[in-house]
């Protein structure tokens, strides 16, 4: 699957004011925007052997991130799947029309949420980390073939970020 834009995926007015809305969309959909942080802390537990990391994008200058998502080296993962980290920041910023920055999560899923206006589990509909595991199992982790490309050697661990 190509990285493919959150916000082509961006929930409509009636599904941001209904939670039983939103939670009925596709898991794509879902996971793409309204649960994205869910999916990206989904998939670093799904792999604790692994250094899965957090990161985030936000518009530049901007402190709020708009959309979260699993690492590992160059790659990514989020709705659509395993990705090159570039491509999928490059898709968002095309489909936006304004530059984003990506930065590393260094906080747990409770501070994110605050910091970022996110909903915790229980704020859903229903919990959606079951979902979220259920999806992360969708996609074969690029490790199966593929050795990380560092190209930060720099990046924390990703035990840091918890």
């Known amino acids: ?29 879902f996971f793409a925007s309204g649960a994205c942080h869910i999916l990206a802390w989904a998939c670093r537990e799904a792999y604790p052997e692994r250094a899965v990391g957090i990161a985030a994008m936000r518009f530049v200058g901007e402190a709020r991130a708009f959309h979260a998502y699993a690492t590992w080296g160059s790659w990514s993962f989020d709705h659509s799947g ?5 491509d999928l920041l490059a898709v968002n910023s095309d489909f936006e029309g304004r530059r984003i920055e990506r ?18 589990p229980a ?25 990380p490309v560092l190209d930060d050697p720099g990046r924390s661990d990703p ?3 918890a």
């Open 123 to 147: 704020d859903y509909w229903e919990d959606p980390r079951r979902r979220a595991r259920s999806y992360v199992r969708r996609f074969e982790p690029p490790w199966l073939g593929v050795e």
């Open 159 to 161: 035990q840091d970020l």
């Open 82 to 86: 395993w990705n090159a980290e570039p």
């Open 1 to 29: 699957m190509r990285p493919e834009a959150a916000g082509v995926y961006r929930r409509t007015q009636a599904e941001r004011d209904d939670q039983w809305l939103s939670w009925n969309r596709t898991d794509q959909a």
């Open 103 to 120: 930065f590393e999560v260094r906080s747990g899923l409770a501070s994110f949420c605050q910091d970022h206006y996110s909903r915790m």
